[in-house]
């Protein structure tokens, strides 16, 4: 019978005005390390709605081009609706982070997340003030 262990911890995140995007890399694999599952998914969320995660290689011209990419999509100098009922200028950010997702599930392997070389994983704010931002981490999978 196999039989899966379930981890459950959360890394905590200070995140500048929108978008500021921060690598968490190291933190989830010192939660892997702390979980001592060896093969397994670990998913992790952003709670919050103007938060978002995904990977990308964190480099300046790559989170220059994300941020740049981002803002075409939802452009803050928009019309939103949001605005209409809440008059708090953050309209553009619920829409950014809608599109680009508040969670992600990587494979872990020989007790290491798994991405590529050149691949980190990163929390993004997209509102227009300054968050800590809580990531929810669940890994699942065998410890031996």
């Avoid at 494979?107 to 798994?114: A, E, Q, Y």
């Avoid at 509102?127 to 999978?141: C, L, M, P, Q, Y």
Wanted: net charge negative.
């Amino acid at each position: 019978m196999n039989i899966s262990t379930i981890y459950f911890d959360q890394v905590n995140v200070q995140l500048k005005t929108g978008i500021d995007i921060v690598d968490i890399s190291d933190e989830l694999q010192e939660l892997i390390k702390k979980s001592k599952i060896v093969n397994g998914t670990l998913n992790a969320t952003v709670v919050g709605s103007t938060g978002s995660i995904t990977t990308i290689e964190f480099e300046p011209g790559v989170v220059e081009d994300l941020s740049r990419a981002i803002n075409r999509i939802a452009p803050p100098d928009l019309e939103y609706e949001h605005e209409k009922a809440w008059h708090d200028g953050n309209g553009y950010s619920h829409v950014q982070a809608a599109l680009m997702g508040p969670s992600i599930a990587l494979p872990v392997r020989n007790g290491r997340l798994t991405t590529g070389t050149w691949q980190q994983v990163v929390v993004i704010n997209h509102d227009n003030k300054g968050r800590r931002r809580k990531v929810e981490v669940t890994i699942i999978g065998r410890d031996h």
